[in-house]
């Protein structure tokens, strides 16, 4: 253990005194025949301890476990809150972040994305066959949780709606089965977390169409152009060979307990 | 200072502010009714009609407004046919002299029938207690006259009771202003609701519950000063008798 902690510190040496030279993560990484992510290990589905086998699982994980076998390296997970999930990569404790890591320019100022993997939106939640299509919604009555991102959005995109604000997801729940609105809307995983608890559910449903999108990319330390190209690249593969849908299935698919139509496709947005 | 509100956000307040005052104006009147009635009932002369009004002014009383609040939003529209719900909210309006009437928000009857109905208990205990308040030697007196029970209740019970009962019903008027503020949790867009909203968008916080305070102050004081108009008046009318 002391020869391997030794050689890796040996190596480090070497990898920072070439790093003049070059500095190339990816051939570290092959090097060191380990990929360091991190991810979160309490936000399910995302990232979260399984209680039979005590490690991390879950759709992140996944892809970090795809990226490793595509390299051909070992796997290393590193748990992770959201505030530390910058410092990790600047401070080269990790090589990637796949922790739920939404695509924003505030962050791209410090970290490296690569292509979205995951999108997460805000969708509607109505009784079946109530909400087809976006153009429905100004003639609508929505309820929306106050205070929320959610409203102002719904607000600007569907200024015609009629949109009764409630304390909370619960409260709105309340008045869309009492039938005082007709639909009520949230962040599309919310949704669907919501809906697993409700005795009725098949009395339910949410259209596969948002209004608004976050993208979640893997983050990559700054400047490691042949690192995101492979990342990009890998993901790109995984979406054309089914493997994206399949890790997609595994969490959100029809049999799991938060069923949500897969509606965007790694590759649809750069 | 971030500087003062835009004027999208003052006229969301300014609405807000009108469903307030018509809230609170539309609640106290169907009150003032249904708690003159109550009063009556408790002095009715039938035992069981003073035990409804009694129990009636004990069980709304005694219960947070907030729930029963919920309780018409929520509990009331789950026991309703789906058909009434969905008349109730949708958009109604009626066509007076050319004007358009609107029916309105489905918040916003819940919010009157439970501003309403809360209100009337408080305000029948206040005219129970001005009824109460006139000396047993009033009734009496008016029968010595001659005067039937009704014409003794008319004429020499009521203006009394009234006097009485006055000062206490204008706060009771005042209290409803401030507690319409609680049907924001049921989603009406009431002054409460919009000032949170323009904080939500703004983040002005001190300026958007600042001009709510100052407008609920202004609200109130106006019923100050006509409680304080109201009593004068009847002063000078008793006066010049």
């Not at chain 2, 100052?214 to 609200?219: F, P, T, W």
Request: glycine content about 8%; hydrophobic content about 45%; some cysteine.
């Amino acid at each position: 253990m002391k020869s391997r902690t030794l050689a890796a510190w040996l190596l480090g040496l070497m990898v920072t005194v070439s790093g003049i030279a070059h500095a190339d993560r990816l051939d570290d990484i092959k090097e060191a025949g380990v990929l360091r992510v991190a991810t979160f290990d309490s936000n399910p589905p995302f990232g979260f301890v399984d209680p039979a086998t005590n490690h991390i699982v879950g759709l992140d994980v996944d892809y970090a476990k795809a990226l490793a076998d595509k390299l051909g390296v070992k796997l290393e997970l590193q748990p992770t809150n959201p505030a530390n999930r910058i410092p990790f990569l600047t401070s080269n404790k990790v090589d990637l972040v796949l922790a739920n890591f939404t695509i924003t320019d505030e962050r791209a100022k410090q970290v490296d994305f690569s292509i979205p993997y995951f999108s997460s939106g805000q969708q509607f939640l109505a009784k079946k066959g109530v909400l087809k299509s976006p153009d429905q919604i100004n003639s609508l009555r929505v309820g929306a949780d106050k205070g929320t991102t959610n409203e102002i959005t719904l607000r600007e995109k569907f200024p015609q709606a009629t949109i009764v604000a409630y304390d909370d997801t619960p409260f709105a729940f309340a008045a869309l089965r009492a039938g005082n609105v007709q639909a009520i809307t949230q962040d599309g995983p919310k949704l669907v977390g919501l809906l697993a608890s409700v005795p009725d559910k098949q009395n339910y449903e949410i259209p596969p169409f948002t209004i608004s999108n976050d993208y979640m990319g893997v983050g990559i330390p700054k400047g490691e152009t042949r690192l995101t190209a492979f990342v990009n690249e890998t993901l790109k593969g995984l979406e054309a060979d089914g493997s994206a849908g399949k890790i997609y299935n595994r969490w959100f698919g029809p049999q799991t307990k938060t069923p949500l139509v897969r509606i965007f496709k790694i590759g649809d947005k750069t | 200072m971030q500087g003062w509100l835009a004027p999208r956000y003052l006229m969301w307040l300014g609405q807000g502010f009108g469903v307030t005052v018509g809230l609170a104006l539309a609640a106290a009147v169907a009150a003032t009714a249904a708690g003159s009635a109550l009063a009556m009932a408790r002095h009715a002369r039938y035992r069981p009609v003073r035990y409804a009004a009694g129990a009636y002014v004990v069980a709304f009383r005694n219960t947070p407004l907030l729930v029963q609040l919920l309780f018409w939003y929520f509990g009331v529209a789950t026991l309703l046919p789906e058909a009434v719900m969905q008349w109730l909210n949708t958009p109604h309006s009626v066509h007076v002299a050319g004007l358009a009437v609107h029916w309105p928000s489905f918040e916003f009857v819940a919010g009157w029938l439970g501003l309403t109905c809360y209100s009337a208990a408080f305000i029948a205990e206040e005219f129970h207690a001005g009824l109460r308040g006139v000396p047993a030697g009033q009734h009496h007196a008016a029968a010595a006259l001659g005067l039937t029970p009704l014409q003794a209740f008319r004429y020499v019970v009521l203006p009394q009771a009234v006097r009485i009962s006055l000062p206490p019903l204008f706060g009771q008027y005042m209290n409803l202003v401030k507690n319409s503020s609680l049907t924001m949790a049921i989603g009406l867009a009431e002054l409460s609701y919009a000032a949170r909203q323009v904080e939500t968008e703004t983040f002005q916080t001190f300026a958007a519950f600042g001009v709510a305070t100052v407008l609920y102050i202004a609200a109130v004081a106006v019923i100050e000063a006509v409680s304080h108009v109201v009593a004068h008046r009847r002063d000078l009318s008793f006066a010049r008798r």
